[in-house]
Nanobody
């Protein structure tokens, strides 16, 4: 099992920045993907940023140029750096770790951290 705890969410003014953190505990062996998702009010959860175990990263098109993803090399910490925040970025942000073992995927979620962008 992997336990994930997100932190760093806050109320921030438009144009501001935040860094979200995701701390992992438990067995992180076999973790292949480390991702950030978000769920805005009344909307489905959507993929924001991805990191694979070889360090490659990808930011979904909607957030390219404003968000970056980073993590440590032992898969215990994952970060989402957010710049030039907009009111539309208001959402609960979740980290998700994916384990690939024996050809089967298991996914683990944190409880989420609230980001509110408002003046």
């Amino acid at each position: 099992q992997v336990q994930l705890v997100e932190s760093g969410g806050a109320l921030v003014q438009p144009g501001g920045s935040l860094i979200l953190s995701c701390a992992a505990s438990g067995d992180v062996s076999g973790i292949y993907t480390m991702d950030w998702y978000r769920q805005a009010p009344g909307k489905q959860r959507e993929l924001v940023a991805q990191m694979s175990n070889d360090g490659k990263t990808k930011i979904s098109d909607s957030w390219k140029g404003r968000f970056t993803i980073a993590g440590d090399n032992v898969k215990r910490l994952l970060f989402l750096q957010m710049f030039s925040l907009k009111p539309d970025d208001t959402a609960v942000y979740y980290c998700n770790f994916g384990r690939l073992r024996d050809g089967a995927w298991s996914h683990y979620w944190g409880q989420g951290t609230q980001v509110t962008v408002s003046s």
